[in-house]
């Protein structure tokens, strides 16, 4: 009998599903509802733990993402990366200040220095004078504003291991809905790192 039971444990243990979310993240889904607000705090634990976060996504490819290298109580460190043009993809690092336990803000940081270049035809490294130039030309056309941005849950997908959220820009305080952006929240290390970049 007592070998029996064993049997039984052990192939109840290669049949239950693993958990998909980390316990950080399990508790941040079970305190928010789909369709609300979520504070910023619980914000930073999904930039922690999440792989990706993958922006407009179209069949596993982003318009850009954002990779979460530190996070604390007052900000966030991330890379961006993003298809420049047909010929060009851009990864750089910013900085992102917390605000009212609500937002996470733009500082004014001068992050064109950071910026790395890749040629999308064969995934080469590009340097010298092509990458200055590009450097140029991004740094010539890039924004002076200061935008803020919060987020609203819009569901998750235990299987896929991905939440969803609705990014909302606040520029000067007031926000245009036009501006809203889909933000896939990839978890799986696999999975985010299969993720490209569209143009």
């Known amino acids: 009998m007592r070998r029996l039971l064993a049997c039984l444990v052990v192939g109840l ?10 316990a950080g993240t399990e508790d941040v889904l079970d305190r928010m509802k789909v369709g609300k607000l979520v504070p910023i705090t619980e914000i930073a634990t999904l930039m922690r733990n999440a ?24 900000g966030a460190t ?11 993809d851009v990864i750089f690092t910013d900085h992102g200040t917390f605000e009212e336990n609500r937002y996470i803000c733009e500082t004014g940081y001068d992050w ?7 040629n999308r035809a064969d995934g080469t490294a590009v340097n010298g004078r092509p990458l200055w130039s590009l450097k140029t030309e991004i740094g010539e056309g890039r924004s002076e504003g200061i935008d803020c941005y919060d987020y609203i849950l819009k569901g998750s997908d235990t299987a896929a291991e991905t939440i969803t959220l609705l990014q909302r820009q606040f520029t000067d305080g007031v926000t245009d809905p036009t501006n809203d952006v889909t933000v896939t929240l990839h978890f799986n290390a696999d999975t985010a790192a299969a993720l490209t970049w569209y143009y």
Do not use: H, K, M
């Open 78 to 88: 991330y890379e961006i990366g993003n298809a420049w043009d047909a010929d060009y």
């Open 51 to 74: 792989e990706r976060w993958c922006y407009i996504e179209q069949e596993g490819s982003c318009s850009w993402s954002d990779i979460y290298l530190e996070v604390t109580d007052e």
């Open 13 to 22: 243990i290669g049949i239950s599903p693993a958990l998909a979310f980390d």
């Open 112 to 118: 064109v220095p950071t910026l790395r270049a890749i």
